[in-house]
């Protein structure tokens, strides 16, 4: 089973996503312990012009990712999230 969620977070800019979650928190989350944790990025985002950092999570069969994107500017977030919520909806 896949299961997205949603959220949205102000933070301080240095701090990255493996910074967002900690391993008991992700532990809790995923239900079991987790086995490794891998940051990557940053990296250009092609869906939202964002740069994306990530933290993969892993514990067992169990993964959870935590992404950050990064805009140049608030108007270009406002522009994402239409997209990504328009998109979700034609998808429904």
């Known amino acids: 089973m896949i299961s997205l969620v949603g959220l949205s977070l102000a933070f301080a800019a240095s701090a990255g996503p493996c910074d967002l979650l900690d391993r008991a928190a992700?532990?809790?989350?995923l239900g079991t312990p987790v086995?490794?944790?891998?940051?990557?990025?940053?990296?250009?985002?092609e869906d939202t012009g964002a740069n994306r950092t990530t933290c993969t999570y892993m514990a067992g069969q169990a993964m959870l990712i935590v992404i950050r994107l990064d805009f140049p500017n608030a108007a270009a977030a406002r522009s994402a999230a239409y997209v990504i919520t328009a998109d979700a909806a034609s998808n429904a």
Not at 26 to 29: D, I, N, P, R, S
Not at 35 to 45: F, L, R
């Open 35 to 45: 086995t490794s944790m891998d940051p990557s990025g940053p990296e250009p985002d």
């Open 26 to 29: 992700a532990a809790q989350l």
